[in-house]
């Protein structure tokens, strides 16, 4: 089931629910580790990084369940310390089990998470901060060594406010002795839900939501409930898909608090938007409008994540777009499979491209190549006259719990084969 075929030019009608948040169900699930107890994690999503991280905390000894919507870990066996190297290879966020199993055992052995499809994504910044944390890093034979005799607090500064290095840094400072003071924190929304469940199971951390984070260590952790937030780049690409075909759409728990950004952009491409408690409604414009310039950046600016989805809306847009990808170096690879089905897209640079929006569309046979940019894809199909397949879905499936019936329920012509 790796190609997904869309019968496009259809606007989107009807409403769906948003599932749970990827980001923030992968350092939760990451943090279960730390208490030695049973946790019930609610509305984990069922993707496959999910399912990733459930293999790995099995392999280092978890006993992790799916009941109903949710996953129920019992972190009470952790023997190892040692990663099972594909399942790391296969997951960059499998880099957030390095500060979670720094506190709970003082070993840990990896095979260096490395680069990704979409940049280099470097860990400097998690190995400096640890470092200062009392752990010492050895690489032996491609394998990553951590070790920590002694975890305890420091003052962190972040040079650049990265979301996994803020998430490692909380994860060892609740069990290190003394206070962390963490400067620079990335403000991500996941990051406070990662907070939140360690409060649950009585840590104490405060600023949460904030860049400076005290976070005070040593507190033993009891297992505990939690929910995990719905999925804001999930919702953030419902809602692109319906101003890009011009909908109608209620998106039922959908974060209007966590994707400002995101809804000033789709105002200016002429979308209407009415928010209540329960979700978002969304009504596109019948032809979406350039916006002149779009940046990504990091929270609470536009999210790199759906960069892709809001070049693939443009490509239709009326008039001219530069798109700027300030976050990650490798964030265009969908602009040749974008021309593939008509669009006129200069790259200028790197990272930056000028978007010249064309009336309309046709389908066409195009390839995924990560996961944001395939689900970019599957938003251009919608868009496009005729038939259009994407292959290579196995990405998308890795942030998105079933696309193509969300979609369905949102009146698209869809199919996964
Ligand atoms: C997380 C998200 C990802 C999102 C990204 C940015 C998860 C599982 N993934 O990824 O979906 O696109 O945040 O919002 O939550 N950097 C360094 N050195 C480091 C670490 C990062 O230079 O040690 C750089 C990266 O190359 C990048 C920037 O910092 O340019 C931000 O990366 P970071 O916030 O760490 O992203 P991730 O946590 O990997």
Request: net charge negative; proline share 3%; charged share 25%.
């Given at each position: 089931?790796?190609?997904?075929?869309?019968?496009?030019?259809?606007?989107?009608?009807?409403?769906?629910?948003?599932?749970?948040?990827?980001?923030?169900?992968?350092?939760?699930?990451?943090?279960?580790?730390?208490?030695?107890?049973?946790?019930?994690?609610?509305?984990?999503?069922?993707?496959?990084?999910?399912y990733?991280?459930?293999?790995?905390?099995?392999?280092?000894?978890?006993?992790?369940?799916?009941?109903?919507?949710?996953?129920?870990?019992?972190?009470?066996?952790?023997?190892?310390?040692?990663?099972?190297?594909?399942?790391?290879?296969?997951?960059r966020?499998?880099?957030?089990?390095?500060?979670?199993?720094?506190?709970?055992?003082s070993?840990?052995?990896?095979?260096?998470?490395?680069?990704?499809?979409?940049?280099?994504?470097?860990?400097?910044?998690?190995?400096?901060?640890?470092?200062?944390?009392?752990?010492?890093?050895?690489?032996?034979?491609?394998?990553?060594?951590?070790?920590?005799?002694?975890?305890?607090?420091?003052?962190?500064?972040?040079?650049?406010?990265?979301?996994?290095?803020?998430?490692?840094?909380?994860?060892?400072?609740?069990?290190?002795?003394?206070?962390?003071?963490?400067?620079?924190?990335?403000?991500?929304?996941?990051?406070?839900?990662?907070?939140?469940?360690?409060?649950?199971?009585?840590?104490?951390?405060?600023g949460?939501?904030?860049?400076?984070?005290?976070?005070?260590?040593?507190?033993?952790?009891?297992?505990?409930?939690?929910?995990?937030?719905?999925?804001?780049?999930?919702?953030?690409?419902?809602?692109?898909?319906?101003?890009?075909?011009?909908?109608?759409?209620?998106?039922?728990?959908?974060?209007?608090?966590e994707?400002?950004a995101v809804?000033?952009?789709?105002?200016?491409?002429?979308?209407?938007?009415?928010?209540?408690?329960?979700?978002?409604?969304?009504?596109?414009?019948?032809?979406?409008?350039?916006?002149?310039?779009?940046?990504?950046?990091?929270y609470?600016?536009?999210?790199?994540?759906?960069?892709?989805?809001?070049?693939?809306?443009?490509?239709?847009?009326e008039?001219?777009?530069?798109?700027?990808?300030?976050?990650?170096?490798?964030?265009?690879?969908?602009?040749?499979?974008?021309?593939?089905?008509?669009?006129?897209?200069?790259?200028?640079?790197?990272?930056?491209?000028?978007?010249?929006?064309?009336?309309?569309?046709?389908?066409?046979?195009?390839?995924?190549?990560?996961?944001?940019?395939?689900?970019?894809?599957?938003?251009?199909?919608?868009?496009?006259?005729?038939?259009?397949?994407?292959?290579?879905?196995?990405?998308?499936?890795?942030?998105?719990?079933?696309?193509?019936?969300?979609?369905?329920?949102l009146?698209?012509?869809?199919?996964?084969?």
């Amino acid at each position: 089931m790796d190609s997904i075929h869309i019968w496009g030019g259809v606007a989107l009608q009807g409403e769906v629910c948003i599932q749970g948040s990827k980001n923030a169900t992968l350092p939760i699930l990451a943090a279960t580790l730390l208490t030695g107890e049973c946790s019930y994690i609610k509305n984990c999503p069922r993707i496959s990084d999910v399912y990733a991280m459930a293999s790995l905390l099995r392999s280092l000894g978890c006993t992790v369940i799916w009941q109903e919507n949710g996953l129920l870990v019992d972190s009470s066996s952790v023997k190892r310390g040692e990663m099972c190297s594909e399942a790391v290879r296969g997951m960059r966020s499998s880099l957030c089990l390095l500060g979670a199993m720094l506190g709970r055992c003082s070993e840990v052995v990896m095979e260096h998470p490395g680069g990704c499809v979409i940049g280099s994504r470097p860990i400097d910044l998690h190995i400096a901060a640890l470092e200062q944390m009392g752990v010492e890093f050895r690489e032996e034979a491609g394998m990553l060594k951590a070790s920590a005799d002694r975890l305890h607090g420091a003052e962190i500064t972040l040079p650049k406010p990265s979301v996994g290095a803020t998430e490692n840094i909380i994860l060892a400072g609740v069990m290190a002795e003394g206070d962390t003071i963490l400067e620079g924190a990335a403000l991500e929304p996941e990051i406070a839900a990662l907070c939140r469940y360690l409060e649950h199971c009585g840590a104490c951390i405060e600023g949460i939501g904030s860049s400076r984070l005290v976070i005070r260590g040593g507190r033993t952790l009891y297992g505990t409930d939690f929910e995990v937030p719905a999925d804001r780049i999930v919702a953030g690409t419902y809602l692109l898909a319906c101003i890009g075909t011009g909908g109608s759409i209620f998106l039922e728990r959908a974060p209007g608090d966590e994707l400002e950004a995101v809804i000033k952009l789709a105002e200016r491409m002429g979308g209407k938007l009415y928010f209540s408690e329960e979700g978002i409604y969304v009504q596109g414009p019948d032809r979406p409008k350039s916006v002149e310039r779009i940046e990504t950046a990091t929270y609470p600016g536009f999210p790199t994540d759906l960069q892709s989805v809001a070049l693939a809306v443009e490509t239709m847009g009326e008039g001219d777009t530069i798109i700027e990808e300030k976050i990650f170096e490798n964030r265009f690879r969908i602009v040749e499979e974008l021309r593939k089905m008509g669009a006129c897209i200069e790259q200028l640079e790197e990272t930056r491209v000028l978007v010249r929006g064309v009336p309309a569309l046709h389908g066409a046979e195009t390839e995924a190549k990560e996961l944001r940019g395939g689900a970019a894809l599957a938003v251009a199909g919608l868009m496009a006259q005729g038939k259009t397949c994407v292959s290579g879905c196995l990405y998308i499936y890795r942030g998105y719990e079933n696309i193509c019936r969300d979609l369905r329920e949102l009146g698209a012509r869809i199919i996964s084969v």
